[in-house]
């Protein structure tokens, strides 16, 4: 039971699901956890303010050690952990190298996805362009087919045979696009591994609430 | 002699920089190493592309693994050469959470910085805003003073007692912004850091050339 961890976590937010991700599969289980409210601003409340003075979430600690940033978290896990649940860095050093650079490459893909889905809460309202919104939807567009052409080539997990911290780290991003309407059909090995992960034990189990009740958005259906 | 690894990089660059910085911290010399200019577009070059299809420097291989990600890159050296050269990531479980913590937060700082540094190279004319220029400076400026105060706790490094991955990932960042013109005496800690780093030898050495026989802008002096 993971008594001395905290998660204060936001529901659909593919940071804070990283995390979730991670700690299932290090069978880290029975951690203390609250669910927050975006909406009604609770990720700048006192509460998360005192582990995360970025007023963000996810807000992750564990004993007293804070990992606000959910890559950090996921990275720290698998370190301490190391012999605790999946095995989440492979020891093949051409797998770990595969795995760290989808990793780190996948910033940049939440990056275009953010700059996308979050633009007209970003940018006010006086700065807007047309002109940015179409390059914006482009460069993401021309990123997912890197991606599609990446699982073409490594089949059912992002580095090598089996999950890996890539996966936990990627695929809450993947979920998100979809989640935003991106079509299946034109992204097929995207839409593959983002189904046939679904039923994974960490990604069920953890699979965003706010989800399972309401519809997404169409916002990346013509992309 | 790190005759399996090649480095094409460009002078000043961060991410490259980072990227030398842990090889000499590994005692990994003598690897192929090609520097390339952003000016002439060689960063588009077939060379690269054929590395880094995103076309961006550093373009780095390790025998057949190619990883292109700067902080992949370090993270993987250092895990693949553990006992080689100084130890990058501690042991100690509360320094190690923290180190992870700053290397990812650091990521934010970057992309901060390059929103203001890169603003007249990265937003086309018609969509420039001086609101936008001015939100982009205090949001930096706000981001230095964050660091300005990690520093204040930490001491001489980023993470615990002695230099470790995170000094290599974010100096190259704090030194960019010196490089930029921001003002040492508002940013104490920031440039006790920076100067105290100058000389250590992974650093020296591997110092921009391009910074020794240029002069730096003055853009973030006021900031």
Redesign the interface.
């Known amino acids: 039971m993971a008594k001395d961890m905290t998660l204060l976590w936001g529901s659909g937010s593919p940071p804070c699901w990283r995390v979730q991700i991670a700690l299932e599969e290090k069978n880290l289980q029975g951690y203390n956890q609250k669910l927050l409210s975006f909406e009604k601003g609770e990720h700048k409340s006192k509460e998360v303010m005192d582990i995360n003075?970025r007023g963000q979430l996810p807000a992750f600690k564990?004993?007293?050690?804070?990992?606000?940033?959910?890559?950090?978290?996921c990275?720290?896990l698998e370190?301490?952990f190391k012999s605790q649940g999946n095995q989440l860095?492979p020891d093949c050093?051409?797998e770990?190298?595969?795995m760290?650079?989808r990793?780190?490459?996948s910033?940049t893909f939440t990056?275009k996805m953010a700059d996308v889905i979050y633009y007209t809460w970003k940018v006010?309202e006086?700065?807007r362009?047309d002109?940015?919104v179409k390059r914006n939807r482009e460069t993401l567009s021309a990123e997912l087919k890197?991606w599609e052409g990446y699982l073409q080539a490594s089949g059912s997990f992002l580095a090598g045979k089996n999950f890996s911290l890539a996966d936990v780290i990627v695929y809450p991003s993947i979920a998100y696009v979809f989640r935003f309407g991106l079509c299946e059909e034109r992204y097929p090995k995207l839409a593959a591994y983002y189904n046939s992960l679904k039923s994974r034990p960490s990604i069920k189990t953890t699979w965003p609430r706010t989800w399972l009740e309401t519809q997404g958005s169409d916002m990346l259906k013509d992309l």
């Not at 564990?62 to 978290?73: D, G, P």
């Open positions: 003075p564990h004993k007293t050690y804070v990992l606000n940033e959910s890559c950090a978290a990275i720290y370190s301490q860095i050093p051409a770990q190298a595969l760290y650079q990793t780190f490459e910033l990056q006010p006086a700065e362009h002109s940015a890197l």
